[in-house]
């Protein structure tokens, strides 16, 4: 709005008289803005703390793994022999080590030289197999399927056939040596162990697959009757290595699967000197995750202590005192770490345990020599205690999962169905000598869980163990069922063959639905669908899917894997939230968009909306009365200056009126 200028004609300052009436009438928005001052203060408090809490969530997050508190460290006397890891399933103890051979991959040179890489070696088709030797025999590898190379004309050079090798990524690698004499193709199994020999079958374009010319200089057979053009420069051979006087043979250098938990890298060779390998608690790292716990947590309190403390030398509080939302945060977070938990076998029911304490000032302290005591004791796992764990007594069922609902406790576990996979039994018994022939009987039209595959079969006589192997190599190196995660075990009994799907329960299938091998191999089989586990935990049913039972009632949620065994009581689980999973889901409720501080900071947040509407409303209302004042002091002004004209026009009227100056004579 405009204002007016002071004053018309009686020089009354009008604009600092309204001014002054309106300082007067702002009072109240003043307040206003006082108030959500003090509002916005308390909201910019709680993103203080919810940052607070966030930090700590982190915290304890990380401590809620059971592994971090069974972590095991490997040490080796002689790294120049081994090196070793361990995980946190790994037994402490220690194990002498005597490494005989280390693992190697199969590599081939071609029987001539070659004058340039450039010169012509032929084109055709490659087959690769991989599998052992074995008695003048070659048994494919079932885990492993033939791969086709298919060398074109414009590639058919030596560096060409190398390029072309090396672009399928096959499993195999090329190479060129020169000698000194001539150039040489090599071939490499990328995969290190007897049963990753290479068998090369060629197809040769000149329409002779096995003579010394063309394509077939690269044919490599080393079983009784086969072809081989190429020469072997390294034999395939496995890792062997003797572990406390039992002999260890391993496929690759690195040993995952002889010491449970440990991994074991062998670099070099030591028969007849052994060396000791020692596991033991990673104690350090676990005490870094107590003292991590106890620092988060004082953190968090801190926080909480500084934004509601009252300061008694300057008599002012801090934003947040005497909150009640605060002071109930407190609290729940003492109220967990002072609560005994129900055990799940670790031996362990309170921090105090461990040297974990409350101090006089409310902060946790830790007792490093009381917490290494329990640390040396090996019946003692501190993963019960910060974890949400599960400790099944019966070794074939273990423990997969839970959620915030599963209460704690001690459950029974009953099967009354184990989980099955689902197969298909062939009715054909396959003789001593099998011949696929390409073309004729060769195809095999499969259904795996639901996803069809049709598989070529390689050309040659098979027993009936090969056959299953090279059966299962084809199904497992279909491309779309190894996308899809779907794998096959094939085996024989008698001379019958059965596929059998890796998956357990309902969604398991196998079966055997055309092809030109069908009649051969399988005929008319007989189809079985896997089934679901079933059985109850804590006399409740539970649902079963796969192996995995899913508990009810107090046990909701909670998931156990039955990896076999028998029907009937299977012992129970011991099934416990330890601090660290209590903490983390406590502060996640508090954080939660219906938690206590969403509610207390929507209610400041509608605060300071209902602030901001009646600030509207009285700056309207101000709006209004200074317009007022303006037009009654505007008024005023032009009265009092009409006045004053007036008067000026009567005096001089006055002082013209005869005799108004003096006398006349």
């Known amino acids: 709005m405009a204002l007016s200028s002071p004053g018309i004609g009686s020089n009354l300052d009008v604009n600092s008289i309204v001014s002054q009436l309106m300082a007067l009438e702002r009072r109240p928005l003043a307040a206003l803005d006082r108030k959500e001052a003090g509002f916005q203060a308390q ?37 120049t022999v081994l090196s070793a890891s361990a995980g946190s399933g790994a037994a ?56 086709t190379v298919a060398i074109a004309a414009g590639q058919n050079s030596l560096a060409g056939v190398r ?61 009784t009757g086969g072809t081989a053009n190429m020469a072997q420069t390294q034999a395939a051979q496995n890792a062997a290595a003797i572990i406390d006087g039992i002999t260890v043979s391993k496929a690759s250098n690195t040993i995952a ?143 997969s999962g839970s959620t915030a609902d599963t209460r704690a406790g001690r459950y029974a576990v009953n099967v009354t169905q184990l989980a099955t996979q689902g197969k298909a039994v062939g009715a054909v018994t396959l003789g001593g000598a099998t011949v696929i022939t390409a073309g004729v009987n060769d195809t095999l039209t499969v259904s795996i869980d639901g996803s069809a595959a049709t598989v070529t079969l390689g050309a040659g006589s098979y027993t009936a163990a090969q056959m299953a192997a090279e059966l299962q190599s084809k199904v497992n190196g279909d491309a779309a069922l190894s996308a899809a995660g779907i794998a096959v075990a094939v085996s024989q009994s008698g001379g019958v063959l059965t596929i059998a799907s890796s998956r357990y329960g309902s969604a398991s299938s196998a079966t055997v639905s055309g092809g030109s091998a069908q009649a051969d191999l399988f005929g008319a ?41 028998a029907t ?38 509608r605060s300071v909306r209902d602030i901001d509407s009646r600030r509207e409303v009285l700056e309207r209302r101000l709006e209004m009365v200074e317009k007022r004042y303006r037009a009654q002091f505007t008024a005023l002004d032009t009265m009092i200056a009409s006045m004053s004209k007036t008067s000026s026009f009567l005096s001089q009227q006055l002082a013209n009126l005869p005799g108004a100056g003096g006398s006349n004579t």
């Open 43 to 79: 909201l910019t408090a709680y993103g203080t703390l919810k940052g607070a809490l966030s930090s700590f969530q982190a915290a304890v997050k990380a401590l809620a793994v059971p592994a971090r508190f069974t972590a095991s460290k490997a040490s080796v006397a002689d790294t």
């Open 92 to 147: 402490a103890g220690s194990y002498g080590i005597e490494v005989t051979a280390l693992a190697q991959a199969h590599k081939l040179k071609t029987g001539a030289t070659f004058a340039s890489t450039s010169e012509t070696l032929g084109s055709g088709t490659l087959t690769i197999q991989f599998g052992a030797y074995s008695g003048g025999a070659f048994t494919a590898n079932a885990d492993k399927a033939a791969v």
């Open 163 to 223: 390029d072309a090798i090396n672009a399928a990524n096959v499993g195999v690698t090329a190479g060129i040596v020169n000698d000194g004499s001539g150039n040489l193709l090599v071939l490499s199994s990328k995969d290190s162990g007897v049963a990753n020999a290479l068998k090369v079958t060629v197809a040769d374009d000149d329409g002779n697959h096995t003579d010394a010319a063309g394509l077939s200089r690269l044919a490599y057979d080393a079983s």
């Open 257 to 399: 699967d002889a010491i449970e938990g440990v991994t074991l890298n062998l670099l070099k060779t030591n028969a007849g000197s052994s060396t000791t390998l020692t596991v033991a608690r990673d104690t350090a790292g676990i005490k870094g995750a107590v003292e991590s716990f106890v620092k988060s947590y004082n953190d968090a309190a801190k926080a909480l202590k500084d934004l509601s403390a009252y300061n008694a030398a300057t008599k002012q509080g801090a934003v947040l005192q005497g909150d009640g939302t605060v002071r109930t945060i407190q609290s729940q977070l003492r109220a967990v770490l002072n609560g005994a938990l129900t055990t799940a076998g670790g031996g362990l029911t309170t921090l105090s345990e461990i040297g974990v304490a409350f101090q006089k000032d409310g902060t946790l302290a830790l007792d490093a020599a009381k917490l290494q005591k329990i640390m040396d004791d090996p019946t003692k796992d501190l993963s019960t205690l910060f974890a949400a764990v599960g400790k099944p007594t019966d070794s074939l069922v273990a423990f």
């Open 525 to 565: 089989t007989t189809d079985t669908a896997g089934t679901d586990v079933a059985g109850s935990i804590g006399g409740l049913t539970a649902s079963g899917s796969g192996q995995t039972l899913t508990g009810a009632g107090d046990a909701i949620d909670l998931k156990l894997t039955v990896r076999g065994g």
């Open 568 to 605: 009937g009581d299977r012992g129970v689980v011991n099934y416990a939230q330890g601090y660290a999973y209590q903490m983390d889901r406590l502060v996640q409720q508090l954080l939660d968009s219906g938690g206590a501080l969403a509610g207390r900071t929507e209610g400041i947040n």
